[in-house]
């Protein structure tokens, strides 16, 4: 039965769910930085999901970046599935601008993580939420 | 008309090309680290590639994935679309080992390359090559 790793339960804020994946905000306004996470047990390589499941993290990853990209009107957006430190499959959608703390760098590891601060993480929530319509359902 | 970037060109060895992308191997021993690059001009984000593109980019993905972490006994695979230095849409497969220079940071921005040597350039090619297979298309 697939459960959240611990690590991501702690790090981010649950915004809600795909077809497939739940979508995590991390909990770092350095930048405005996403997770999708299949809910599948024991999969830690996009490629040990079946190839519709596959198709349908796709779907996901793609709606979820171009919405982001829109809202948030990126520089470029960064998407990674890594796990070295937490295996439970996770794909990152960081939006990035030529301003934010660690460009051109990647995100991982650059500093540690600011929270945001409840009117901040409210708004960010309603935007995204709007954003994505009828593709995010809520959370139980 | 697509043109591979140069800084790809000059940091990488084209291996071949499968449907949509060129297989790339990033010229840096510490690492087994390769590049798809799908061959169509002026696109930064998966989500520019009609559907369909972004299925096959997907599956190719997918295929030289498994195919990596097979025939090098990956401890973890890292997949990242990050191009904040080279907009060019590309993406890393990167193999890593629990033992390898970085772990469990990502490989990006951590060292400078060391590049291959002749011989190890050849041995890696070939095993690659043959794992690949008929999927694989030799470059003219």
Redesign the interface.
């Known amino acids: 039965m697939f459960e959240l790793h611990p690590r991501l339960q702690q790090d981010c804020i649950a915004l809600g769910r795909f077809s497939l994946c739940r979508l995590l905000l991390m909990n770092d306004s350095h930048y405005p930085w996403f997770i999708l996470v299949p809910e599948r047990a024991g999969v ?4 040990q999901l079946p190839a519709a499941e ?2 349908q993290l ?1 779907q996901e ?3 979820l ?2 919405t982001l ?1 829109t809202v948030f009107t990126a520089d ?10 937490v ?1 439970q499959l996770h794909v990152h959608h960081v939006v ?1 601008y030529k301003t934010d703390a660690a ?4 995100v ?2 650059f500093t540690g993580p600011t929270p945001y601060d409840k009117q901040a993480l409210a708004i960010l929530q309603i935007r995204v939420a709007s954003a994505l319509g009828d593709a995010l359902c809520r959370l139980p």
């Open positions: 830690t390589e996009i490629f596959q198709q796709l990853s793609s709606l970046a171009q990209a470029k957006m960064n998407i990674a599935a890594i796990g070295n430190l295996p990035r460009w051109p760098a990647p991982w590891g």
